[in-house]
């Protein structure tokens, strides 16, 4: 993964990995806004109130859920750490389980799983210290393990039937939303931010789209939507899309960038 690749320098892969919290929570009260609105569920006088109404909703209850669930599951690990409770066979579990009931109690209660769950994150990490590098390592290979589960499930019940609905149009959509509708706003954005061109691209170009856009997807999917298919069948695409280009460049690009930006330091240090 580009985050965890040493090659890509430290500030650019900590922009990812807070926009990848962070954007999919705020991404949600949009989502059910314009679903919403498209189920005739509000009228236009009404659409304001309605949409601040979601997002206090979304991020307020996803950040108390995050924080209250961390706080006191950090309380009983400590507990359970110095009672000898938790043996290192199970120490994979807790950041799994803590991503998992922040996430679902969050979406139970109306508030966006995504912030509850990068919320409760942040707060684990500054609670943790002295355990969390050992507990975060503990819980890569189950983290791996479930999201390679939800993508042979993606692959076997949407990419099969998506490849054979799949139009010039839809393709077209995918492709400009992986570069032009992603990269240009991410360009913008960081313009003063003494970012590099190529740092601007990058960030722009290695954006969060895959499991979050399945969730996405399912929501659309539950809202019995009348128009749906569309928009399914363009949600597959673009993340099929996003699987092949963005893994075939991943490597070679970070790889490329880290020794541009090792060079240019050395460069610049060489002239002082």
Not at 109 to 117: H, N
Not at 119 to 146: C, H, P, V, W, Y
Not at 161 to 174: G, I, K, M, Q
Not at 188 to 200: D, F, H, P, V
Request: charged share 10%; aromatic share 8%.
């Amino acid at each position: 993964a580009v985050i965890s690749n040493e090659s890509v320098p430290g500030e650019i892969r900590q922009a990812l990995n807070v926009e990848s919290g962070l954007n999919d929570g705020i991404c949600v009260p949009i989502l059910l806004l314009f679903l919403a609105l498209a189920l005739g569920q509000v009228s236009g006088d009404s659409t304001g109130q309605f949409a601040v109404k979601l997002v206090i909703e979304a991020i307020g209850i996803g950040l108390a859920v995050g924080l209250l669930i961390t706080f006191i599951s950090v309380q009983l690990l400590k507990v359970a750490w110095q009672r000898k409770w938790l043996t290192p066979t199970w120490i994979q579990i807790p950041v799994v389980a803590l991503a998992l009931a922040c996430f679902t109690v969050a979406q139970y209660l109306g508030g966006s799983g995504f912030i509850a769950a990068f919320s409760g994150g942040l707060l684990f990490g500054i609670l943790e210290k002295s355990m969390r590098d050992q507990f975060l390592l503990a819980a890569d290979g189950t983290g791996d393990t479930l999201a390679l589960i939800t993508w042979v499930i993606f692959g076997a019940a949407v990419a099969g039937s998506a490849l054979n609905s799949l139009s010039w149009p839809v393709f077209a959509y995918a492709l400009l939303s992986l570069t032009v509708i992603r990269m240009l706003p991410v360009y913008l954005a960081l313009t003063g931010s003494g970012i590099s061109t190529e740092g601007k691209l990058f960030i722009g170009w290695f954006g969060p789209r895959g499991l979050a856009s399945i969730v996405f997807g399912v929501i659309v999917l539950n809202s019995n939507l009348a128009v749906d298919d569309p928009i399914i069948l363009t949600v597959a695409c673009t993340i099929m899309l996003s699987i092949l280009v963005h893994g075939i460049s991943a490597n070679q690009w970070a790889r490329a960038y880290g020794k541009r930006r090792q060079l240019a330091r050395q460069s610049s240090a060489g002239k002082t």
